[in-house]
């Protein structure tokens, strides 16, 4: 799921961290998180409006993919 449509949407259709790691339980390493789709360690968390924005969403560095809100 790539970074598409509004911001709210997208922070509506994706799931907390801890629902992500229930759905994937594989994505829970020794070294922190890393991303369904193509495996990547690399996890970019940007705000939802802006920098300052408390609502985060975690997304692939490597692939781009969404991953879950904070």
């Known amino acids: 799921m790539k970074g598409l449509g509004k911001p709210a ?3 509506r259709r994706l799931p907390t961290l801890a ?3 229930e ?4 994505c829970r390493t020794k070294r922190g998180i890393k991303c369904w789709s193509c495996e990547s360690g690399s ?3 940007w705000g ?3 920098p300052g924005d408390q609502r985060r969403i975690f997304i692939c560095n490597h692939c781009g993919t969404d991953l879950y809100t904070n």
């Open 23 to 26: 759905i994937n339980p594989e």
């Open 9 to 11: 949407e997208r922070w």
């Open 48 to 50: 939802l409006y802006s």
């Open 19 to 21: 629902q992500y790691l």
């Open 43 to 45: 996890i970019k968390n």
